[in-house]
């Protein structure tokens, strides 16, 4: 009865994003309040119905109810309850309906926390997020039924879930991920609505920027967990291995990074107005794309949900429609709301451009890499594979030239600047970078080049950031006081490019001075590592809830010192006998030691163990979250928040450039 009442709601949802997406549409067009006041209550009812559904679905994985298809392929009675709950979105009918529960979450929060909008703007905002819900929608209902039965003859038990998929990271990692996705969708609803009421004005982009950088703040935080989840539990000691689908998730972040500065500049200054709409496009538009890649199967990646073609088929349409759609929406309107406002080229406004560029080609780079294959596949040219020498390659040189005009950024003035003045406020700051780049990687195993490149980068944002702060703070009564100038949109741009800075100098030096070692021990034995001695103790069998498992303690020493004991583990499932490897490590702010157990080697008692030296790999995770914090950050300024009703447009469709 429950998976009835679960697809009962998802139908009922169905109805209701059908009438979001139309009715106040037309009251926005003919001016009808009545028509354009419904939009609030449909996008709250949207909210409740799909979270009935998604609540039905989640009770049957938690009971066991192997009737229900996707309970019988994706878990199992042995498994222990939180996963059960987990495995709910570890795979593809669930995690769609997780997606379109977070899109009617987003689309309820605009509905109740924009008080500020205008009728007319809000009900075209929430229409267009009905649009985007019918879609899902759709595809749910009709090609992804997460309640399909397995009536009669259904199981006794489960084929269990997948055993990568047994981890904490599942509980956390898809939401979050997904919430960066799905929150694009509003940037794109208020960009769509801007031109269909053709106001793109400073207005648009105040109301659109707390919502874009709440979505990026999220999407960084998940793809920073998606890096950390593949470091510890594949059992490779790597972070990114340019996936397809880890590429999915990265480009609608290098978009929708450029999306927020280029937001900034339109609220500020009014510059950049039909470039912020078309980067709103483009990043959803990706964030699309992404559901392609991963649901499709016509690239390959561990990461990929769906391998269905009619699935893919259904995901490619609907993309087409919403990519041609607007585009066909901006080609008509924007030429009429260009921007007018001038700018020196030596200006705030030139780094913000520039930093649009770098990474609109940092964003088609990896597009390139990721489409390439399926191309060239396509064309009958064979099979290609894209791997990280390309990325490698065209990317860092790119985020290097990038991180160097980033710390001009902070202390530039808008319109207009000069260079005199860029050299007077950054010598000092420049001077110390180099003496850092020169300096801080002597305090590693060798010198690099690479590194002291990273320290110079680093170091030349972090100091241009701090002098900027100073600055601002200095002349106060108190330090409190002058904390107090600094406002919640500033401490935002702070927090992320120290992160951002932080990320650089973590992925270099984890890159550059990691060493690893791939060997044969048996109990007893010991073996030397960038200074730390890994002694092999014994091997113990352990039982989990649905698992057994061999486990290695092995003691870490430095210079005969105690460092710590570490357990990597090799398991087996019971209910599906897939075998795991379980990495141990030991964490560090300036290191990590880590350990994985491979396959066992001949009858002594002797195994393949892989030992991992990772200096400063957590930076990189350290800076992602500084990045989302400043995201967090930013869109509690005050000023998003203000009480304003402009009065309504003159006429359906006409246009306000300034």
């Known amino acids: 009865m429950i998976p009835e009442v679960g697809h009962f709601a998802l139908i009922t949802a169905m109805c209701l994003a059908v009438i979001l997406a139309v009715l106040p549409m037309w009251g926005a067009w003919t001016r009808n309040t009545v028509a354009m006041g419904l939009a609030p209550s449909l996008a709250i009812g949207l ?26 392929s994706n878990s199992n ?53 009905g649009v985007i819900g019918v879609g899902f929608l759709s595809f749910s209902l009709f ?109 609608p972040w290098l978009a929708g990074t450029a999306l927020i500065h280029s937001l900034a500049a339109t609220e500020k200054r009014g510059l950049f107005k ?17 559901t392609f890649i991963v649901r ?34 901006y080609a008509l309107r924007a030429p009429a709301v260009s921007s007018r406002v001038s700018f020196a080229w030596v200006s705030r406004e030139s780094l913000l451009l520039f930093n649009n560029v770098v990474f609109l080609a940092a964003t088609l780079t990896v597009l390139f890499g990721t489409l390439f294959p399926l191309v060239m596949d396509a064309l009958g040219q064979g099979k290609y594979s894209v791997g990280p020498p390309y990325f490698n390659a065209v990317f860092v040189p790119l985020m290097a030239l990038l991180a160097t005009f980033m710390g001009l950024g902070p202390v530039s003035r808008f319109k207009s600047d000069s260079v005199s003045r860029w050299r007077k406020e950054l010598l000092i ?34 100091l241009g950031l701090g002098r900027d702060a100073w600055y601002r703070v200095r002349g106060a009564a108190s330090l409190s006081r002058g904390l107090r100038r600094l406002t919640p949109s500033y401490c935002g741009m702070l927090l992320a490019h120290l992160g951002f800075a932080a990320c650089v100098l973590g ?89 994985a157990m491979g396959e066992p080697i001949g009858s002594e008692g002797a195994w ?25 950050s930013t869109a509690l300024d005050k000023r998003y928040r203000r009480q304003r009703q402009p009065a309504l447009e003159s006429a359906p469709g006409a246009v306000h450039g300034t």
Not at 98 to 108: E, F, K
Not at 275 to 287: G, N, Q
Request: glycine residues 8%; hydrophobic residues 55%.
């Open 143 to 251: 090609t992804s039924n997460p309640f399909e039965r397995l009536l009669p003859g259904a199981p006794l038990d489960g084929s269990d879930l997948n055993p990568l998929l047994q981890d904490p990271g599942l509980i956390i990692h898809p939401p979050l991920l997904y919430m960066g996705y799905v929150g694009f969708s509003v940037a794109f609803a208020f960009a769509i609505a801007a031109l269909l009421g053709g106001r793109l004005d400073a207005s648009w982009a105040r109301w659109s920027r707390p919502w874009t950088n709440v979505a990026w703040a999220f999407l960084s935080l998940g793809i920073m967990l998606g890096s950390w989840w593949a470091y510890y539990e594949l059992g490779w000691g790597g972070w990114w291995f340019w996936d397809p689908v880890e590429n999915a998730s990265f480009m």
């Open 47 to 72: 909210l409740v119905f799909v979270g009935i559904s998604f609540a039905c679905l989640t009770t049957s994985f938690l009971q066991d109810d192997f009737s229900v298809k996707v309970v019988a």
């Open 507 to 595: 992925v270099v030096a984890t890159s550059q001075y990691s060493v690893e070692r791939d060997l044969k021990m048996s109990p007893g034995d010991t073996e030397s590592l960038a200074g730390y001695t890994f002694e092999f103790i014994e091997l113990v069998p352990v039982r989990g809830p649905n698992f057994v498992a061999d486990e290695a303690r092995i003691r870490i020493t430095r210079d005969g010192a105690p460092v710590t004991v570490l357990a990597p583990q090799k398991r087996r499932y019971l209910a599906s006998g897939s075998m795991m490897t379980e990495a141990a490590i030991d964490p560090g702010l300036f290191r990590d030691l880590y350990v």
């Open 608 to 632: 393949a163990i892989r030992l991992h030296y990772k200096p400063m790999v957590r930076w990189m995770w350290l800076g992602a979250i500084l990045m989302g914090l400043g995201g967090f």
């Open 296 to 329: 499709s199967g016509v690239l390959t990646s561990v990461h990929a949900f769906a391998t269905d073609p009619a699935r893919g088929l259904f995901i490619l349409m609907f993309l087409a429609l919403v990519v041609g759609g607007s585009l066909t929406l």
């Open 429 to 462: 700051p420049g001077l110390v970078a180099v003496v850092c780049g020169l300096s801080l990687p002597l305090l590693g195993a060798e010198y690099n080049l690479w590194v002291a490149l990273a320290a110079l980068l680093s170091a030349w944002l972090v």
């Open 274 to 290: 039909s470039w912020t709409v078309l980067l709103a496009i483009f990043t959803f538009s990706l964030s699309l794309l992404g």
């Open 77 to 129: 009675s042995l498994l222990p309850p939180m996963y059960k709950f987990s495995a709910v979105w570890g795979n593809h009918e669930g995690s769609l309906l997780l997606w379109v529960l977070i899109l009617s979450l987003w689309t309820a929060a605009v509905a109740l926390l924009s008080p500020q909008l205008p009728l007319q703007v809000l009900s075209r905002v929430l229409s267009v997020m």
